[in-house]
């Protein structure tokens, strides 16, 4: 399966009906603002997987950042196959290649964040020899 970089509107856009099973909140207008955004400041890169017809089934976002907790890393912020196209290995597909990707920019450790309830992706992940090695903790900073 061959990875595509999604580099233009139109290609980030074929992404988002994928990515929304993922991130629900975001509309698709908020969503490529938020891509070209993170993409500028950030070095997000997202990319996809497609089927026979071309239309995406698979979608990850990841960028490199350095931390003095873990030196140079990539992190996966977003991993997610459509519901309709699970159990075909594009996901998988996709965490492969990104790790690879990890490993060629000379990245020391790949992170990535996955919620609590998403059991098939932890297999993924574990079947990947990933760890769990930490606990996430968030505060949303909303009105007070």
């Known amino acids: 399966m061959p990875i595509h970089i999604a580099e233009s509107i139109d290609d980030i856009r074929a992404c988002y009906p994928v990515i929304r099973e993922l991130r629900p909140h975001l509309d698709e207008e908020a969503f490529v603002a938020q891509v070209l955004r993170q993409m500028a400041r950030h070095g997000y890169c997202l990319v996809c997987v497609r089927d026979d017809q071309g239309q995406v089934v698979a979608v990850a976002g990841f960028r490199v950042a350095e931390y003095l907790a873990w030196g140079k890393i990539l992190y996966l912020d977003d991993l997610v196959t459509r519901e309709a196209s699970r159990e075909h290995g594009h996901g998988g597909v996709l965490l492969d290649w990104v790790m690879a990707q990890a490993r060629s920019l000379g990245c020391a450790q790949f ?28 505060l949303e900073l909303g009105e007070q």
């Open 111 to 138: 992170h990535l964040d996955s919620g609590v309830q998403r059991h098939d992706a932890h297999r993924l992940y574990l079947g990947r020899k990933l760890k769990i090695t930490s606990h996430h903790f968030a």
